[in-house]
């Protein structure tokens, strides 16, 4: 670049630098600040000295830039309330050379009328990458097979072996469990196994629409059929499933108006797009899963009879993980490599003793919770330098048994009046300790005790154990 060119353009980043409307933050890998603008600081209520150098969190808490800095992801516009002002947040990681060097936030700050506005608009387009977002993955089509589904207990291999025929049939499937316990997993299966695998395969999640989109999603509409359809109509996720296998997921959460339409198609199997004329055939498969108890929904009349009998050919009750805790250890031996492979680590184990401890949790997040606590475990050790997994890694497991915590003993009543005073002594020895194994590193003190940063701040000052720092 010529000379008078740079100084042009040093000037325009230096007038952007210096917005009034926007807050810039920069900060390198290891997530300290380098570079911030007076509007920043103006909207964190602070001087220039107490941010610089500093680590990002340390300034705001709950800044997602660490996140950024690990996931390498943008986050474009984040509605972030920060000290009373409304603003929306640009989060991107920053490169040179093709080596990330660091992550910036933006934080454009608005008046509540304009976050109204953008906020409004941002719902908008959110709802056409949803619709996007079901096309690519009907591209896609399923992506896990029965081999996918770990586990040896009888219950679950009976399981799989009703889907695996289920799926040859083509018949209606349902599949009831708890939450995370792989029901979405057992529909891609199922469609993978069928001879429908070549077709699309199409998820509706019938929660996360609104009541009023829900009808068209499902059947598509005409053009014209109401103000803002599409040129040219739409066709509904029943079309787009032509041939292949639609996925009605929390069909529980579905509306009673619309169950009745669904009933309908069912039977017919024809659907009829909004403000369209003419019926048109559908050849589907069709599984639904829920987590909810269906058979009360109806005692209560908020699930239809018909439609449970027309949706409950095939029944697939998935196993919570509690009552198949020796599908633990060959969930943890598959999820482990899986794990280190996306998070780019390499942990070999978990011990005996962690091993004992995630035996005897009772996993209400079933495997979608030991998938979790698996994966904060590993970035825990990792931070360590520890390629095995110890209890102490599982904070939140290790917090919840009334066990000895990080081989403290708990207080005996000879030292204490009351429960209260008891658990604030475990918890000053407890932070205490992990204070000395850390060397006195707060972040990494954080993390492994599972508290938030200006949590542990706020202890640290009650205990007294500031002066230790
Ligand atoms: N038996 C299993 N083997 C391997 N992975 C599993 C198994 N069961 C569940 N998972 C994993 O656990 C996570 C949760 O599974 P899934 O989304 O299928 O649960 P779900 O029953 O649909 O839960 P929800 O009711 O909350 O929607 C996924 O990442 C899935 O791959
Ligand atoms: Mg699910």
């Keep these: 670049m010529k000379d008078l060119k740079k100084e042009v353009f040093i000037e325009i980043l230096d007038g952007i630098l210096e917005n009034p409307y926007i807050g810039i933050i920069m900060v390198d890998t290891l997530g300290n600040v380098n570079i911030v603008n007076k509007t920043y600081l103006e909207i964190m209520g602070k001087q220039e000295e107490d941010v610089l150098d500093k680590h990002i969190l340390e300034v705001t808490p709950h800044s997602r830039l660490p996140e950024v800095l690990r996931t390498r992801e943008v986050h474009l516009a984040d509605h972030w309330p920060v000290n009373g002002h409304d603003t929306i947040v640009f989060r991107m990681p920053l490169y040179k050379d093709g080596k990330m060097i660091g992550a910036m936030g933006q934080s454009l700050v608005l008046g509540a009328a304009g976050v109204r506005i953008l906020s409004k608009k941002l719902k908008e387009l959110e709802g056409e990458l949803a619709v996007y977002k079901d096309v690519v993955s009907s591209i896609y089509s399923s992506k896990y097979c029965f081999d996918s589904i770990v586990g040896e207990d009888v219950n679950l291999r009976n399981v799989k072996s009703i889907a695996q025929r289920a799926s040859n049939t083509g018949s209606t499937i349902l599949i009831l469990g708890e939450s995370g316990t792989g029901k979405e997993l057992f529909a891609h299966a199922i ?39 599409r040129k040219g109509g739409k066709p509904g996720k029943f079309e787009m499933a032509n041939h292949g296998t639609i996925f009605l997921d929390e069909i529980g959460d579905m509306p009673l108006a619309m169950q009745a339409k669904l009933l ?25 899963a829920t987590n909810r108890n269906l058979e009360d929904m109806m005692k209560k009349g908020k699930f239809r009879e018909d439609l449970y009998y027309r949706l409950n050919v095939v029944t697939l009750n998935v196993p919570s993980l509690r009552k198949r805790p020796e599908d633990i250890y060959l969930l943890i031996s598959y999820l482990l490599p899986k794990l280190n492979q996306r998070l780019h680590t390499q942990i070999e184990k978990v011990s005996k003793e962690a091993l004992k401890l995630l035996c005897t949790y009772d996993w209400p997040g079933n495997v979608r919770e030991l998938e979790n606590l698996l994966e904060r475990a590993i970035n825990l050790a990792d931070l360590n330098q520890d390629s095995c997994l110890s209890p102490e890694y599982f904070p939140s497991l290790t917090r919840l048994v009334a066990k000895p915590v990080l081989g403290i003993e708990p207080v005996g009543d000879e030292n204490v009046d009351n429960l209260g005073e008891a658990v604030e002594k475990m918890e000053e020895e407890t932070i205490r300790r992990v204070l000395e194994k850390t060397h006195n590193n707060k972040a990494q003190t954080a993390k492994i005790l599972g508290l938030n940063k200006s949590v542990l701040y706020r202890k640290l000052k009650k205990y007294n154990l500031i002066s230790d720092l």
């Design 264 to 288: 309908i198609v069912l039977q017919e199997r024809e659907v009829e797009r909004v403000g369209g004329t003419k019926p048109i055939r559908v050849d589907v498969q069709v599984i639904a």
């Design 191 to 229: 469609h993978h196994a069928s001879p429908r695998t070549e077709r699309p395969f199409v998820r509706v999640n019938c929660a996360a629409l609104p009541d009023s989109l829900l009808e068209s999603e499902l059947f598509g509409y005409e053009e014209g059929a109401f103000t803002g359809a």
